[in-house]
């Protein structure tokens, strides 16, 4: 009998959400980085376990939005809540309870289980978890409170157990060797960005987004042409880099992680451009791929 169970994965930024899900999968789908906002839109994952077949929805972080791009990231973090069969919210451990957790406590609604993971417990110790269950407990009910280490890969097999409790009874919605319905080309792009958050400083990777131009296949090698769009035209030289180290670095990197997810050699060629201001623009927005589905 085949069983199935769509979960939302939501939480302030940079709580783990993404790292939870590459966790879960034990296979990087979501990118992540030491920077809040790396997520920006919704990331389809697949874990086909025995009868069921768990598909997980990583989110943009909630926050108060600054421009056009982070409202429609906090609406599609908000729109997925609404959408799956159970919550997750992340949370680190050590944290109070903020706005946003609020927030989200309040949209689930009560026949929808809500488990509260506690994420990064490597970094804290017990009284600090400790403390974490009790405030939240304070503020509602939980189908279950779940500590983890989502880098260590500590604790997330409890909640995959947990969840399996609510699966229901469907046909599996995806092949069960598929791990994310996110196109190839869409997984380069968002390795690409993953560099940049990595490599520049905090305002100009926020301000990027990249376009797979080209993607051609053959059976020996995948050969990517992506168009980087910064926000503003000083950004460029400094992405670029003296001598054009920079993006150098950036497109080995991200090579060499594409050839590991992708499975064959890869060629990456990188384009810098300049797209003012283009996180206020509707119609950019919607033209570098973050379109309203809602
Ligand atoms: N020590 C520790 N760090 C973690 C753990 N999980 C995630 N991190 C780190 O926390 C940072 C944020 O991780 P992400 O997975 O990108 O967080 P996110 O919640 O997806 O962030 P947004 O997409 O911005 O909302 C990264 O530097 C991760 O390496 C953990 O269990 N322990
Ligand atoms: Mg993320």
């Known amino acids: 009998m085949q069983k199935t169970l769509f979960a939302a994965i939501v939480g302030r930024p940079n709580t783990g959400k993404s790292t939870l899900l590459n966790a879960i999968l034990g296979q990087k789908v979501a990118i992540v980085s030491s920077k809040p906002q790396t997520t920006r839109t919704r990331i389809t994952g697949i874990l086909t376990k025995e009868e069921t077949q768990f598909v997980f929805l990583d989110t943009p972080g909630i926050h108060r939005p600054q ?49 509260l993971v506690i994420n990064k417990t490597d970094i804290s110790n017990a009284a600090q978890i400790a403390e974490t269950i009790v405030r939240f407990s304070a503020e509602r009910e939980f189908s279950a409170v779940v500590p983890i280490s989502a880098k260590n890969n500590e604790g997330v097999e409890f909640i995959i157990e947990e969840l399996d409790k609510y699966a229901c009874e469907s046909p599996w919605f995806f092949p069960d060797d598929i791990v994310t319905d996110q196109p190839e080309r869409a997984i380069a792009a968002e390795i690409i960005r993953e560099k940049m958050l990595r490599l520049l400083a905090e305002e100009i990777p926020h301000g990027v987004a990249v376009v797979i131009e080209a993607f051609e296949e053959t059976s020996k090698i995948i050969k990517i042409r992506a168009e980087i769009f910064c926000e503003r035209d000083s950004h460029k030289p400094i992405i670029i880099g003296k001598h054009g180290d920079m993006l150098k670095k950036i497109g080995t990197m991200a090579r060499e992680d594409l050839e590991k997810i992708l499975g064959i050699k890869v060629f990456l060629d990188l384009w810098v451009k300049v797209k003012e201001n283009w996180r206020e623009q509707n119609a950019a927005i919607a033209n570098f791929g973050f379109k309203d589905e809602n």
């Not at 421009?67 to 599609?76: A, F, I, Q, T």
């Not at 919550?87 to 949209?107: F, P, W």
């Open 67 to 115: 421009d056009k791009l982070g409202s429609y990231m906090v609406k599609e973090a908000n729109g997925a809540i609404g959408d799956v069969d159970a919550v997750l919210l992340v949370v680190q451990s050590g944290d109070r309870v903020g706005e946003v957790e609020k927030s989200i406590m309040k949209k689930v609604d009560e026949d929808t289980p809500l488990i």
